[in-house]
């Protein structure tokens, strides 16, 4: 008789996140981030909740790992197979030598993802909820949005030595210029968010940055 195989406790680990992940972002999206609990996601992923507990400690703490897990995972699909000029995918920022082609493939990126239903609703959850937590609004700005503003401050810096931004521009003020109407827009629903606009910011934005005659 074949000796029996022990079962793989990485995976059954692997499993058991996958399904905590998807039970936190379930619920925020369902609930809102107030009345998600740990029993329930606990209960929504048929885990105990000494479980979560053994590798979280708190609900923000697993809502940001699953909701980092999710943004992760699109990014990996949106750019599986689609390279730019650079070899890098389209989640970064591409170099081709035209700031504006590659800012608003960028933009454009982004705006697809913000419109995304699987991940606007637990993003508008954490964003609402990081405004009046500031543990979790310092978490969620640390974590996510200032590895994706480093790629806009090292496009902008390459396009200054290029020539083609003005060398007294700051970058992190400059990269604001193209994500802060794009947010506004989406946060507070005034206008549809599309391509068309994303093009716009990018173009008033960067004739603004460029140098003058």
């Known amino acids: 008789m074949a000796p029996t195989k022990a079962p793989d406790s990485s995976r059954r680990s692997d499993r058991s996140r996958r399904a905590i992940h998807d039970a936190a972002l379930a619920l925020v999206t369902e609930v809102g981030y107030r009345r998600t609990t740990i029993e329930g996601i606990a209960a929504r992923a048929g885990v105990g909740k000494q479980t979560i ?14 909701f980092l897990d999710l943004a992760g995972r699109t990014a990996e699909d949106a750019g599986a197979g689609d390279t730019g000029e650079s070899g890098e995918g389209v989640q970064g920022i591409p170099d081709t030598g035209d700031l504006v082609a590659d800012l608003k493939l960028v933009l454009r990126a982004t705006v697809d993802e913000l419109n995304d239903p699987a991940l606007e609703a637990p993003t508008r959850a954490l964003t609402a909820e990081g405004i009046v937590d500031a543990k979790l609004g310092a978490a969620f700005v640390h974590q996510l949005l200032d590895p994706q503003l480093a790629l806009y401050v090292t496009r902008l810096r390459a396009a200054q030595e290029a020539g083609h931004v003005r060398a007294d521009v700051d970058p992190r003020i400059a990269l604001e210029l193209l994500i802060g109407p794009l ?22 934005a960067v004739g603004g940055l460029a140098p003058r005659p």
């Open 53 to 66: 507990y053994r590798w979280w400690p708190s609900k923000a703490a697993v809502l940001m790992d699953a």
């Open 183 to 204: 947010m506004h827009r989406w946060l507070l629903r005034t206008l549809p968010l599309t391509h068309a606009y994303a093009d716009e910011i990018v173009d008033y």
